[in-house]
């Protein structure tokens, strides 16, 4: 593999959303450096690389992959792009992260594995939940409430996204649901073996609320609330019930401050969307990597975790489809 200095540099393929805010989280970490950055939008790439003082910009991301001084690369671009620049990555020696899916294709997930013996060592998916701190806390004490029996776990989106966005995104499944299908394998530390979905749609053409309920090999069972809108904001809960207590992740507010009155208590909205509620998710996150990289252990979050989660999307498709319990 490519040898790491002491300061570890890095090249951002992708400045859509989602390459922003990763790219907003490594500029706060010491002893990294982005020195490149590649969009298909000349204008967009210049003007960020200038604000964030980037030395390098390229529309064509080749020119990223070919630094023999770049150790790691954050791939951030759409969906059907990710399966080939992450083996093209691999096959220059890089170090990879990249945005969940690797790819609505499983068949090319599973090439990614068998391609490389390492590629826990190699690869890291993104998926951010994991690193949110107080998600992150409720994981390392589980053991305060005894053994999980249930893990409820609610997500929903401010509003629901263009039509544009929904035909790309493979879905609500695939695109919304699949952070809180890895969500319930992560608390679980468990496999699933019976999955049901019921959905319907309520705000778009597309399939916009659903309910999910699984049933781990272990014995726990989960339920997932997802739906498009939230006119309130930006929902995030996770709830785990043991045989000894329960933990309870609540979510968080833009100020805490309430006002109490004779008729009524006020208190703040929600954080808008999840570039401010998982803000520091995402940069515990890319610490994570770096850290697996200078211990040389492997990715907290890997191609199998991609590949487990996006086969229970699939398989809460074709339940809400076949409209039965899906065994697995």
């Known amino acids: 593999m490519h040898k790491v200095d002491t300061q570890l540099k890095i090249g951002i393929i992708g400045l859509g959303r989602i390459g922003q805010v990763h790219l907003a989280a490594l500029k706060t970490i010491k002893n990294v450096e982005v020195v490149a950055l590649s969009d298909i939008s000349l204008d967009h790439v210049k003007k960020t690389a200038e604000e964030y003082q980037i030395p390098h910009f390229y529309t064509d991301y080749h020119n990223i992959l070919r630094r023999l001084d770049i150790d790691a690369v954050w791939i951030c671009s759409p969906t059907s792009h990710h399966f080939t620049q992450v083996m093209e990555a691999l096959g220059n020696n890089k170090y990879v992260f990249c945005e969940k899916p690797l790819d609505a294709d ?7 594995i068998d391609s490389y013996p390492d590629i826990n060592h190699r690869l890291m998916v993104g998926f951010n939940r ?3 701190p107080d998600f992150a806390n409720a994981k390392t ?5 005894g053994k999980p029996v249930i893990i409820k776990i609610t997500s929903r989106d401010p509003f629901p996204p263009s039509a544009e966005y929904s035909r ?3 879905g609500i499944y695939n695109d919304m649901s699949i952070h809180d299908l890895d969500m319930a394998r992560f608390i679980s530390e468990s496999e699933a073996e019976q999955i049901i979905a019921i959905g319907s ?6 399939t916009d609320t659903t309910l999910i309920t699984i049933k781990f090999k272990n014995g726990v069972i989960c ?5 498009r809108k939230a006119s309130y904001g930006y929902d995030q809960r996770l709830e785990i019930l043991g045989d000894q207590g329960m933990i309870s992740v609540e979510n968080k507010k833009i100020s805490h401050t309430r006002f109490y009155f004779e008729n009524a208590i006020e208190s703040s909205v929600l954080e808008p969307f999840f570039l401010e509620r998982y803000k520091d998710s995402y940069i515990e996150e890319a610490k994570a990597f770096i850290t697996s990289i200078k211990e040389k252990k492997e990715f907290p979050s890997t191609a199998e975790d991609a ?3 996006s086969l229970l999307a699939d398989a809460c498709a074709q339940s809400l489809e076949q409209q039965k319990l899906i065994f697995l």
């Open 130 to 132: 994991r690193f949110d």
């Open 168 to 170: 790309q995104s493979g």
């Open 106 to 112: 499983k068949d090319k997930i599973q090439t990614i």
């Open 141 to 145: 004490t589980l053991k305060k409430i």
């Open 307 to 309: 590949l487990k989660a």
């Open 223 to 227: 339920n997932i609330d997802n739906s």
């Open 201 to 206: 749609r309520n705000f778009t053409e597309d």
